[in-house]
């Protein structure tokens, strides 16, 4: 298994631009024969179909889910509240 790095964001260090004078913030290393740990390589049963699923959660995926969960939620109350009130004033 070779490993292949991808360097970004580099920095300039002397005055004038050299290849030697750069050198680089970022680097980012993954085996070429599979792919990186966050990307899933799926394929449809009939094999003719195939994409990629990002293994990651944005900050947007979160808060949409957090948003709905929480709907979810008040809803369930709202509704139990709602069946007890309904229950307490059939006995009266």
Known sequence: MEIQCIFSEPILLGIEPKDEDWEYSKMECFATSSLPLYLE????????????????????????????????????????????????????
């Not at 959660?57 to 809803?75: A, E, H, K």
Request: charged letters at 30%; proline letters at 0%.
């Open 41 to 92: 390589k799926v394929v449809s049963e009939d094999q003719e179909k195939e994409f990629f699923l990002e293994k990651t959660i944005s900050y947007g995926d979160f808060l949409i889910t957090s948003f709905f969960i929480l709907l979810l939620l008040g809803l369930v109350v709202f509704g139990i509240r709602d069946f007890v009130k309904n229950r307490k004033l059939e006995r009266l």
